[in-house]
């Protein structure tokens, strides 16, 4: 009988272990860069991008005038840490209202079902947009793109190669968002796993 728990809690301990990784690697990836523009000349990053903020960095921040224009709007800070906190709380939720459930139409949707697919389908957007939005932002700072390397000149003293990247912890984000929404998708078979 004791066994036959244990079994039955195999596809909700997948589950729940899933969403607890993919809760991780957002807490992580978000305190990793996402995009840099290394400039070659000074041997350093000139501008980091983080999912909640814009970092000028190293030499460059003597040279604010060099990035006028290219700067992250005031309501992007407090708004990139409410979703982080909406993120982080629906992931979580999800594990207290795991048995709750109410109807789509026809359809039943478990509650921890609707959080995790929902968390997803936002994670998706924000990886979507967030390369959309550098690529917008990014030509202001001497026409650097999204990837790639550009010759800049600001004047006769001040002229570098500029290398512009998205970083590994972009793509580990990428993953999240498909990985939650599979797993709302197919709730149900992953919760019968190990069930007679």
């Not at 066994?3 to 305190?31: D, H, M, Q």
């Not at 570098?160 to 972009?170: E, F, H, I, M, R």
């Amino acid at each position: 009988m004791e066994n036959s728990k244990k079994n039955n809690n195999i596809g909700r301990w997948i589950f729940g272990g899933v969403t607890l990784v993919a809760l991780g690697l957002i807490l992580y990836t978000w305190f990793q860069p996402f995009w840099v523009a290394f400039i070659e000349e000074l041997g350093e990053n000139g501008v980091v991008i983080y999912p909640h903020a814009m970092n000028i960095t190293g030499t460059l921040r003597d040279y604010p005038q060099w990035i006028v224009g290219a700067e992250m709007p005031v309501w992007f800070w407090p708004a990139m840490w409410v979703y982080l906190l909406i993120c982080v709380f629906s992931l979580l939720a999800s594990f207290l209202f795991k048995n709750e459930w109410f109807r789509f139409g026809k359809k039943k949707v478990y509650m921890d079902q609707f959080l995790v697919g929902l968390i997803g389908f936002g994670y998706i957007v924000f990886v979507i947009v967030f390369p959309l939005v550098i690529s917008i932002m990014a030509p202001r700072f001497g026409g650097v793109k999204l990837q790639g390397s550009v010759f800049i000149s600001m004047d006769e003293h001040t002229e570098s190669w500029v290398n512009t990247a998205l970083q590994p912890s972009y793509w580990i984000a990428c993953f999240i968002g498909p990985v939650l929404m599979l797993m709302a998708i197919f709730r149900n078979k992953i919760m019968s796993i190990g069930k007679s």
